[in-house]
T-cell receptor, first 118, second 109 residues
């Protein structure tokens, strides 16, 4: 199966600082990656779709200036949480569909990044 | 509106029992994904299906397009199957997913 990695796996930061999370597809190219947020005991919520070489598409209610997404290459997307606040504390997960290989659209998930903002 | 509803929310069973988790979805969903999330948070894709039935080891997933319903079955359940199982609908014409609420499965030895 395909592998998607995330870094860091866990981060603790002070309120007001910015945090960058990386999502990499290790053995395939991903023109599209998805970023999700998951609060405790809740399911995943799609935040945005990251598109290689173009602007990300954000879901309703997600502030694009707060959650900056950069998909600079076919194997790397980054999510930067700017001016983080305690309410941004959550589990952030990325996924990438391996759409160049059958079965198309099967998605591979990163291991997640647990962000704690003090 | 694209929606995915899962049941039950919580399920506790004894080792060896046959497990069924159900998922209903609305129009506009072209395929159903079944995912497994372990306590550490990592998510594994179990199945992606748009018709019929798929089997992998002790796991079986079925989908009924007409009824817009999918089920995940686990045969001969084992404590290591304990996890949260999530069904997710793939929006027609897109790759993004809409997630069900998840089913927390606990298998006791």
């Amino acid at each position: 199966g395909a592998v998607v990695s995330q870094h860091p796996s866990r981060v603790i930061c002070k309120s007001g600082t910015s945090v960058k999370i990386e999502c990499r597809s290790l053995d395939f190219q991903a023109t599209t990656m998805f970023w999700y947020r998951q609060f405790p005991k809740q399911s995943l919520m799609l935040m945005a779709t990251s598109n290689e070489g173009s602007k990300a598409t954000y879901e309703q209610g997600v502030e694009k200036d707060k959650f900056l997404i950069n998909h600079a290459s076919l194997t790397l997307s980054t999510l930067t949480v700017t001016s983080a606040h305690p309410e941004d504390s959550s589990f952030y997960i990325c996924s990438a569909p391996k759409d160049s290989v059958f079965p198309y659209n099967e998605q591979f998930f990163g291991p997640g990044t647990r962000l704690t903002v003090l | 509106k694209n929606e995915v509803e899962q049941s039950p929310q919580n399920l506790t069973a004894q080792e060896g029992e046959f497990i069924t988790i159900n998922c209903s979805y609305s129009v506009g969903i072209s395929a159903l994904h079944w995912l497994q999330q372990h306590p550490g948070g990592g998510i594994v894709s179990l199945f992606m299906l748009s018709s019929g039935k798929k089997k992998h080891g002790r796991l079986i997933a079925t989908i009924n397009i007409q009824e817009k319903h999918s089920s995940l079955h686990i045969t001969a359940s084992h404590p290591r199957d304990s996890a949260v199982y999530i069904c997710a609908g793939q929006i027609q014409g897109a790759q993004k997913l809409v997630f069900g609420q998840g089913t927390r499965l606990t298998i006791n030895p």
